[in-house]
């Protein structure tokens, strides 16, 4: 997880990007839209750490043990946590 500061920071060039945006056009009070910002941040986040949490508890359900941080776990890993997102993607 980020820590309160680093959310606020990133919530700030997140904001300024969005109203440098030509694309874009900001109505409404910056404080309630930076709030919003970090809702979402701290959204998805948590939603990461449980697709994590769900990759690990099956890799280290294997049969055969895979060792974390060895090539072929790194593999298996990104492979799973991709399959992972796209199921919370759909649902």
Same mark, same amino acid.
């Given at each position: 997880?980020? *820590?309160?500061?680093?959310? /606020?920071?990133? /919530?700030?060039?997140?904001?300024? #990007?969005?109203?440098? /945006?030509?694309?874009? !056009?900001? +109505?409404?009070?910056?404080?309630?839209?930076?709030? %919003?910002?970090?809702?979402?941040?701290? #959204? &998805?986040?948590?939603? %990461? #750490? $449980?697709?994590? +949490?769900?990759?690990?508890?099956?890799?280290? *359900?294997? *049969?055969?043990?895979? =060792? %974390?941080? *060895?090539? &072929?776990?790194? =593999?298996?890993?990104?492979? !799973?946590? $991709?399959? &992972? !997102? +796209?199921?919370?993607?759909?649902?």
């Amino acid at each position: 997880m980020l *820590s309160e500061d680093k959310t /606020s920071h990133l /919530s700030h060039v997140i904001l300024q #990007a969005v109203k440098k /945006s030509p694309l874009v !056009t900001v +109505r409404g009070d910056d404080g309630q839209m930076l709030k %919003e910002i970090k809702r979402v941040l701290a #959204a &998805e986040l948590a939603q %990461e #750490a $449980e697709i994590d +949490r769900k990759v690990k508890a099956k890799l280290a *359900s294997y *049969s055969r043990g895979i =060792v %974390e941080g *060895s090539p &072929e776990w790194d =593999v298996l890993y990104r492979k !799973t946590f $991709e399959e &992972e !997102t +796209r199921k919370h993607v759909k649902g």
